[in-house]
């Protein structure tokens, strides 16, 4: 049971190239997110999904788009990176599986640097 | 809207201090509440959480109260130790949406 997985765990991109940050739980849980954790400012939300086949826009999504591919995996992308999007991204799940109790789980993160 | 505001760090305290990170909330309804912790590199980790009104959560020494009139669910551990350094989050749940505090930093030095 190996929780939430995230790839790649580090990158660097130079201004303009697109790349995808993938993640796959394995908890059987309906709900995904996409976070970036930026020094003194906690997480903002970029994008979640509900369910399988949904997708919303959090605090942050302009340069992103998302895709709930199914239950287990949901990608995030980056278009055109930009300076701006460097930072740490969390994916996380939660679900009303027995034990979690809606509980959000987080996996390791991948750093991105944008040159 | 939904929010969580939680105290600024840093913190650095000597181990076997007590330790209170204190965490307040604006939110509608019943919303769950949640400590997670985030050691250097990694990714957050629940530590404990609280669904109701009086609940206490605790984990590995660590507790907090879910206190509705106050809107708080303060952290708090009775003696410190050199591993509890990390970063602490307090954090929300309102349907299907996670709100989280800045964080705050703790240092416990020898």
């Known amino acids: 049971n190996a929780g939430v997985t995230q790839t790649p765990k580090f990158q660097v991109l130079k201004t303009g190239q697109s790349m995808t940050l993938q993640c796959a739980q394995d908890?059987?849980?309906?709900?995904m997110y996409w976070y970036r954790q930026d020094p003194g400012m906690g997480l903002r939300l970029i994008y979640y999904?509900?369910?399988?086949?949904?997708?919303d826009k959090g605090e942050v999504p302009n340069g992103y788009n998302v895709s709930r591919l199914n239950k287990r995996e949901f990608s995030l992308r980056l278009e055109s990176a930009a300076p701006s999007q460097t930072s740490v991204y969390f994916c996380a799940s939660s679900g009303a599986t027995s034990g979690s109790g809606y509980t959000q789980y987080f996996g390791p993160g991948t750093r991105l640097t944008v040159l | 809207g939904d929010s969580v505001t939680q105290m600024e760090g840093p913190v650095t305290l000597s181990e076997e201090a007590f330790l209170t990170i204190n965490c307040t909330y604006t939110?509608?309804?019943?919303?769950?509440l949640f400590w997670y912790v985030q050691y250097p590199g990694e990714g957050l980790q629940l530590l404990l959480k609280?669904?109701?009104?009086?609940d206490k959560g605790s984990n590995k020494g660590f507790e907090a109260t879910y206190r509705k009139e106050t809107t708080s669910f303060h952290l708090e551990k009775g003696s410190v130790q050199v591993s509890d350094s990390a970063v602490y989050f307090c954090?929300?749940?309102?349907?299907?949406?996670?709100?989280f505090g800045t964080g705050t930093s703790l240092t416990v030095i020898p």
């Open positions: 939110a509608t309804g019943y919303p769950s």
């Open positions: 999904s509900a369910s399988e086949g949904t997708t």
């Open positions: 609280a669904t109701k009104a009086d």
């Open positions: 954090a929300l749940r309102s349907g299907n949406q996670f709100y």
């Open positions: 908890m059987n849980h309906n709900s």
